[in-house]
């Protein structure tokens, strides 16, 4: 039903605690954490990590428009040849992937917001071959796979998160641009989560795949600011995006699903005015897990390695304004919050390293670069 007012009580009780789907999840301090957080490097507006395969080295997006280079407790240098972005508001640099087979080919993956005709942008994404030497490194053959369309004004809601399928098929989240009508435009490529080959060509058997042109690439739509974009280890995709005031997500991403987007939403529009929930229109799929009041989520990644034991098989999302790192738990294609740990930071970012410890990036200027590993 579309929510009504409550008591000023209830608010304030329900604001200290998180939501997710009605049930709270606990929230750790920094003494009862069970990891110590080593701050490694800094950088300037990190969005995006990626570890190289020999687990010394790893890529970061600045999203100014600067792609380093950085050694584990050793030099950061720049990658040239990086393509020019739109910077500003939440627009710029953003991800960095390997190709499944970079060992072999040497190409990586970079999602940034560029110019368009007139005050207009839109994501890109491109690839390009990374070549490192002793006097530097650079990437070389740079070629643009996918763009948004339309492209339109304003500077947030790229979403632009990029990740490969067990299958080798390329996903990437693409924002609404705070445009809302676009995410059910199937027309457009706003606002929907799309299915791509390596190369940015179109699998024959997407779902959509008969209609051609941008609608050939979707494989969900009715989302708003998807920033999170990971398979678990059974080969499901989940989603996890910024809802409006109110109702961030984490989907079970299907192919020609629809999550109702900006007709359906846990949240509500940052005026006031309601926006009717997920159950007043059973067609739209509804969430797994939704939190008000927000987390913020800026990115998310299963865990798979053996340092965290008690985490295998939990999905690790960032927090912006909650500054935390959240832990969720599954039983199948249920989820839950089950811990949040308080950062006291912005957090951009999560991955695990090759030895199975978690890194994260705090956003903005500055931004350190932390190594969590089992508190001694």
Wanted: net charge neutral; proline share 6%.
């Amino acid at each position: 039903m579309i929510r009504t007012a409550v008591s000023l009580a209830f608010l304030s009780l329900f604001a200290a605690c998180s939501a997710s789907n009605g049930s709270n999840a606990q929230t750790t301090s920094a003494g009862g954490k069970p990891f110590e957080a080593a701050e490694i490097a800094k950088f300037n507006e990190p969005w995006a990590m990626a570890f190289l395969p020999n687990g010394r080295q790893m890529l970061v997006t600045e999203k100014s428009g600067k792609l380093k280079l950085y050694t584990i407790n050793g030099a950061t240098i720049d990658v040239t040849g990086v393509p020019a972005v739109a910077y500003g508001g939440q627009g710029g640099l953003g991800d960095v992937v390997l190709h499944p087979k970079f060992a072999e080919n040497g190409l990586i993956y970079l999602s940034y917001a560029e110019p368009g005709n007139g005050d207009t942008r839109g994501a890109a994404v491109a690839r390009a071959r990374l070549v490192t030497d002793a006097v530097g490194a650079k990437i070389e053959g740079l070629q643009v796979i996918w763009r948004q369309s339309p492209k339109v004004s304003g500077q947030g809601h790229y979403g632009h998160r990029i990740v490969f399928a067990p299958d080798g098929h390329l996903f990437i989240s693409s924002g609404e641009r705070q445009k809302f009508d676009p995410a059910q435009d199937m027309k457009a490529n706003l606002g929907k989560v799309l299915r791509l080959n390596d190369d940015g060509s179109v699998p024959d058997d997407n779902p959509f795949a008969a209609q051609g042109g941008v609608t050939a690439q979707i494989w969900s739509l009715g989302h708003r600011n998807p920033l999170g974009l990971a398979f678990d280890a059974s080969g499901k995709l989940w989603d996890i995006e910024m809802g409006p005031k109110g109702g961030d997500e984490l989907n079970l991403v299907k192919p020609r699903a629809n999550y109702g987007y900006p007709i359906v939403s846990n949240g509500d529009h940052y005026d006031g005015k309601p926006i009717p929930d997920h159950d007043t229109r059973p067609e739209f799929a509804a969430p797994a897990v939704w939190w008000t009041p927000v987390i913020s989520p800026s990115s998310l990644i299963f865990y798979s390695g053996d340092v965290f034991p008690q985490w295998k098989g939990s999905a690790l999302a960032g927090g912006l304004s909650s500054e935390a790192l959240v832990r969720i738990s599954f039983d199948g294609e249920k989820a839950k919050e089950a811990e949040r740990f308080e950062m006291g930071n912005r957090i951009r970012a999560v991955a695990q390293g090759p030895d199975g410890a978690v890194w994260l990036l705090e956003d903005g200027e500055g931004g350190r670069l932390l190594k969590l590993t089992p508190r001694r």
